[in-house]
């Protein structure tokens, strides 16, 4: 019973670390990714708190060290999934019917036990099957899945808190109630961050899950259902299930009661998704909600008044850190002639300092994409701009996969603005550049705007503010995330809620209150203290 308006502990970002060399959190980390390493982990799906193993298994491989396996994940059968899905509704009433303060707790103590004793292995574990480095495992893996859990708690009762208003004699009071059913959450490889806050934030509003993780994220994935038990989530409000994505979703979106899809991956599965779901709309109990974070052809443009420098620095930064595996990484720019060489001369410095190999160093800047049809998707793109008059290999331009998916950071120079670099989303280390005319920047904001479908992240650079004026406005709708004088990549949770539209995804905005309403179902409640008992107005006379 609640007795008390409680306020909840102020959301304050957790600060990253440095890892410098020698340091206390660099030995440890660095010592539980050796020891993590050199074990073999068996990841089995977990129903109703049970651990489920089957006899198909597929084996876990760092993509840096494709040969070496640290261990195995269990695939589901059909009845699997079937299971997750009753074992989740029935564990719904109790979940949705404890008070918030609990399920506040539950995410709160996640939060504290990441920052401290779960943080060097959900790191490492991040470093090893997903090829993160040290710094962008634990702006992710740590940081970023800690501000998620202590924002999101914020954010709820900044929700509670919104209530209407009540006339003389009444009293008007909102209840945000779970979905009637149960979500389903598919997490992608590239953010274990992500993975942990899509389930996670529909269970805080009182929701129960079935939640598909990427197969390449398996690893990570594990820790977290760790984090989540020590932490003290019920048994069943959150089902883990691996396997075939198309067998898996076809059993959920069958369910007369799938109540929510939170998603995040590419935009094609998305768009299938979707239309299943319509395909199937005729048999739920409720509306579903849909809410996607999708593919990105992210921008940068540059103004002749922009610091060449900073230019060359955000494409060094916003196109290389985590391999270009970021829905938000730039690939695409578009720079005026006249600070095209300066520009130029700063990429090729820095990239030439970049040193490339397994997160293990700490030095490497670059590791290896996530799998073999990744890199040989990219390589492919690659020797075609080699090959085709429409384009130049300026920098990079090399790969080998023979120990692990290893591709140079790139650049493409476009001769054309629409070459296939220019508006193909490839989720790797490679940017495409065109070099526009200095007084053509109306038709230069209309390429990036009009160039692609999507509209997830971009960024401009000038230090002239009517320019800043002019090109935000002309790209308006080409960028749910918008950043000035900075790369578009590196949203931080309470700072920049990150979405995209048009094909980028529903805007709903991860890290925002505006995402945890999704989750919602508002029940109004007015009560009158004194009940008519005369139906006559005074209109009647």
Same mark, same amino acid.
């Given at each position: 019973?609640?007795?008390?308006?409680?306020?909840?502990?102020?959301?304050?970002?957790?600060?990253?670390?440095?890892?410098?060399?020698?340091?206390?959190?660099?030995?440890?980390?660095?010592?539980?990714?050796?020891?993590?390493?050199?074990?073999?982990?068996?990841?089995?799906?977990?129903?109703?708190?049970?651990?489920?193993?089957?006899?198909?298994?597929?084996?876990?491989?760092?993509?840096?060290?494709?040969?070496?396996?640290?261990?195995?994940?269990?695939? #589901?059968?059909?009845?699997? &999934? @079937?299971?997750?899905?009753?074992?989740?509704?029935? *564990?719904?009433? !109790?979940?949705?019917? %404890?008070?918030?303060?609990?399920?506040?707790?539950?995410?709160?103590?996640?939060?504290?036990?990441?920052?401290?004793?779960?943080?060097?292995?959900?790191?490492?574990?991040?470093?090893?099957?997903?090829?993160?480095?040290?710094?962008?495992?634990?702006?992710?893996?740590?940081?970023?899945?800690?501000?998620?859990?202590?924002?999101?708690?914020?954010?709820?009762?900044?929700?509670?808190?919104?209530?209407?208003?009540?006339?003389?004699?009444?009293?008007?009071?909102?209840?945000?109630?779970?979905?009637?059913?149960?979500?389903?959450?598919?997490?992608?490889?590239?953010?274990?961050?992500?993975?942990?806050?899509?389930?996670?934030?529909? #269970?805080?509003?009182?929701? &129960? @899950?079935?939640?598909?993780?990427?197969?390449?994220? *398996?690893?990570? !994935?594990?820790?977290? %259902?760790?984090?989540?038990?020590?932490?003290?989530?019920?048994?069943?409000?959150?089902?883990?299930?691996?396997?075939?994505?198309?067998?898996?979703?076809?059993?959920?979106?069958?369910?007369?009661?799938?109540?929510?899809?939170?998603?995040?991956?590419?935009?094609?599965?998305?768009?299938?998704?979707?239309?299943?779901?319509?395909?199937?709309?005729?048999?739920?109990?409720?509306?579903?909600?849909?809410?996607?974070?999708?593919?990105?052809?992210?921008?940068?443009?540059?103004?002749?008044?922009?610091?060449?420098?900073?230019?060359?620095?955000?494409?060094?930064?916003?196109?290389?850190?985590?391999?270009?595996?970021?829905?938000?990484? #730039?690939?695409?720019?578009?720079?005026?002639?006249?600070?095209?060489?300066?520009?130029?001369?700063?990429?090729?410095?820095?990239?030439?300092?970049?040193?490339?190999?397994?997160?293990?160093?700490?030095?490497?800047?670059?590791?290896?994409?996530?799998?073999?049809?990744?890199?040989?998707?990219?390589?492919?793109?690659?020797?075609?701009?080699?090959?085709?008059?429409?384009?130049?290999?300026?920098?990079?331009?090399?790969?080998?996969?023979?120990?692990?998916?290893?591709?140079?950071?790139?650049?493409?120079?476009?001769?054309?603005?629409?070459?296939?670099?220019?508006?193909?989303?490839?989720?790797?280390?490679?940017?495409?550049?065109?070099?526009?005319?200095?007084?053509?920047?109306?038709?230069?904001?209309?390429?990036?705007?009009?160039?692609?479908?999507?509209?997830?992240?971009?960024?401009?650079?000038?230090?002239?503010?009517?320019?800043?004026?002019?090109?935000?406005?002309?790209?308006?709708?080409?960028?749910?995330?918008?950043?000035?004088?900075?790369?578009?990549?590196?949203?931080?949770?309470?700072?920049?809620?990150?979405?995209?539209?048009?094909?980028?995804?529903?805007?709903?905005?991860?890290?925002?209150?505006?995402?945890?309403?999704?989750?919602?179902?508002?029940?109004?409640?007015?009560?009158?203290?004194?009940?008519?008992?005369?139906?006559?107005?005074?209109?009647?006379?």
């Amino acid at each position: 019973m609640t007795r008390g308006f409680f306020n909840v502990p102020k959301a304050v970002n957790e600060p990253v670390k440095n890892y410098a060399p020698n340091s206390p959190e660099t030995e440890e980390l660095l010592a539980t990714y050796k020891e993590m390493f050199n074990s073999n982990i068996d990841v089995p799906m977990h129903i109703n708190g049970k651990e489920i193993r089957t006899d198909n298994t597929k084996n876990i491989t760092p993509p840096h060290d494709h040969q070496h396996v640290v261990g195995q994940y269990h695939t #589901a059968e059909k009845k699997h &999934v @079937v299971e997750a899905i009753s074992t989740a509704l029935s *564990a719904r009433q !109790a979940w949705s019917s %404890v008070s918030w303060m609990e399920r506040a707790s539950i995410f709160l103590k996640a939060a504290e036990l990441l920052a401290g004793p779960y943080r060097a292995k959900m790191n490492a574990a991040t470093m090893i099957a997903q090829s993160k480095n040290v710094h962008q495992a634990e702006i992710d893996a740590a940081c970023e899945m800690i501000d998620f859990f202590r924002f999101n708690v914020q954010y709820m009762t900044d929700i509670f808190k919104d209530q209407p208003a009540s006339a003389p004699g009444i009293w008007n009071r909102v209840e945000y109630r779970p979905l009637e059913g149960f979500v389903y959450a598919i997490t992608p490889f590239n953010f274990t961050s992500i993975a942990a806050n899509l389930p996670a934030a529909a #269970a805080l509003m009182g929701n &129960v @899950v079935v939640w598909k993780p990427s197969d390449h994220q *398996a690893y990570s !994935a594990q820790v977290i %259902v760790d984090l989540f038990k020590e932490a003290g989530l019920p048994d069943g409000v959150i089902n883990v299930v691996y396997g075939d994505p198309v067998m898996i979703s076809d059993t959920v979106l069958n369910s007369p009661d799938f109540s929510g899809l939170h998603f995040t991956g590419s935009t094609f599965v998305f768009k299938e998704l979707w239309k299943k779901i319509g395909e199937n709309i005729h048999n739920y109990k409720t509306y579903p909600r849909i809410v996607g974070e999708t593919g990105g052809k992210d921008f940068i443009w540059a103004h002749n008044s922009a610091n060449p420098l900073q230019v060359a620095t955000a494409i060094t930064r916003g196109a290389f850190e985590f391999q270009g595996q970021k829905c938000s990484a #730039a690939s695409r720019a578009y720079i005026p002639t006249s600070i095209w060489f300066e520009v130029q001369k700063h990429l090729k410095a820095q990239t030439s300092e970049l040193k490339m190999g397994s997160p293990e160093d700490p030095s490497n800047f670059v590791n290896a994409v996530i799998h073999e049809n990744s890199f040989d998707k990219i390589a492919k793109y690659i020797d075609a701009a080699k090959a085709d008059d429409d384009a130049e290999v300026i920098i990079g331009g090399n790969y080998d996969k023979s120990k692990g998916y290893f591709i140079e950071p790139t650049v493409i120079l476009a001769k054309t603005p629409t070459y296939a670099t220019m508006t193909t989303e490839l989720f790797g280390p490679v940017i495409t550049i065109y070099i526009y005319d200095d007084e053509k920047i109306d038709e230069s904001l209309a390429l990036v705007d009009q160039s692609t479908e999507y509209a997830l992240t971009g960024a401009i650079f000038s230090t002239d503010r009517y320019i800043v004026e002019k090109a935000s406005k002309a790209l308006e709708n080409a960028a749910g995330n918008f950043y000035i004088n900075d790369k578009p990549t590196g949203a931080v949770v309470g700072q920049q809620p990150f979405g995209g539209a048009r094909a980028s995804g529903t805007n709903d905005k991860a890290g925002s209150a505006q995402n945890l309403l999704r989750w919602t179902s508002v029940r109004l409640i007015k009560e009158t203290f004194v009940t008519p008992q005369d139906y006559k107005y005074p209109f009647l006379g």
